[in-house]
């Protein structure tokens, strides 16, 4: 058996939110907040984009699950952890609101909503 290489998996793009603020490269798993760059990794890039593909508000833990990973998990509470890593890598824990009952969401300082999301 041989393993795919990264030019055999299709082409994802670029997903762009809050006024190019937030800019997530699916492809090389970098996202960009506010000019600074961060790696990513596979679950952590999916688990972005569900978010941003979720729009403003908070999201039950289930629901994300679901949109970033395509599964259904036993518990809502396994989120917590990926979420605290990826909002400290995004390097503004409070991009990542969280609210009640594990729900999550993402809101930058200052944002007015996820205005202009783009997939390119």
């Not at 800019?23 to 688990?47: I, M």
């Not at 989120?79 to 390097?91: A, E, F």
Request: hydrophobic residues 35%; contains cysteine.
């Amino acid at each position: 058996m041989t393993w795919p290489t990264p030019e055999d998996l299709p082409r994802r793009g670029t997903v762009t939110a809050f006024d190019g603020r937030l800019v997530v490269d699916l492809d090389a798993r970098v996202a960009t907040v506010d000019g600074r760059a961060a790696q990513l990794t596979f679950k952590e890039t999916d688990l972005l984009h569900g978010l941003v593909e979720l729009g403003d508000g908070t999201h039950p833990a289930e629901e994300i699950m679901r949109r970033a990973w395509e599964v259904d998990w036993p518990h809502s509470r396994d989120l917590r952890v990926p979420i605290r890593i990826l909002g400290n890598k995004l390097g503004e824990p409070s991009w990542i609101v969280e609210g009640p009952r594990d729900h999550y969401g993402l809101h930058p300082t200052g944002a007015t909503g996820n205005q202009g999301v783009c997939d390119s």
